[in-house]
Nanobody, 115 residues
Framework: QVHLVESGGGQVEPGGSLTLSCSASTDIFNIYNMNWYRQAPGKQREFVATISRRGITNYADSVKGRFATSRDAGANTGYLQMNDLKPEDTAIYYC?????????WGQGTQVTVSS
């Protein structure tokens, strides 16, 4: 099973930006979509963004126009650029990939948006 490691989280003021990275131990992003999810305290994990192996992206309505996902297939790394961050974006952000029957998840990275 592929090993995923997220990085880039931190604390930022409202309106600020962060870029998250997801590094994979294999070239799995050339096979499966790379997905971003997040989980806020007391809430269920929710979908944030996805990018297919062909580079097609899709976003949750709550982040459209503010977040952008991309990937460097050669580096087995995906990214989530987050702009105009809001307090409600505070959550642990997870990278996910693989088949529906055998998904892989990273350990998550904390994003906190507060003044």
């Amino acid at each position: 099973q592929v090993h995923l490691v997220e990085s880039g989280g931190g604390q930022v003021e409202p309106g600020g930006s962060l870029t998250l990275s997801c590094s994979a131990s294999t070239d799995i992003f050339n096979i499966y979509n790379m997905n971003w999810y997040r989980q806020a305290p007391g809430k269920q994990r929710e979908f944030v963004a996805t990018i297919s192996r062909r580079g097609i992206t899709n976003y949750a309505d709550s982040v459209k126009g503010r977040f952008a996902t991309s990937r460097d297939a050669g580096a087995n790394t995906g990214y989530l650029q987050m702009n105009d961050l809001k307090p409600e974006d505070t959550a642990i952000y997870y990278c996910n990939t693989g088949s529906s029957g055998s998904p892989s998840w990273g350990q998550g990275t904390q994003v906190t948006v507060s003044s």
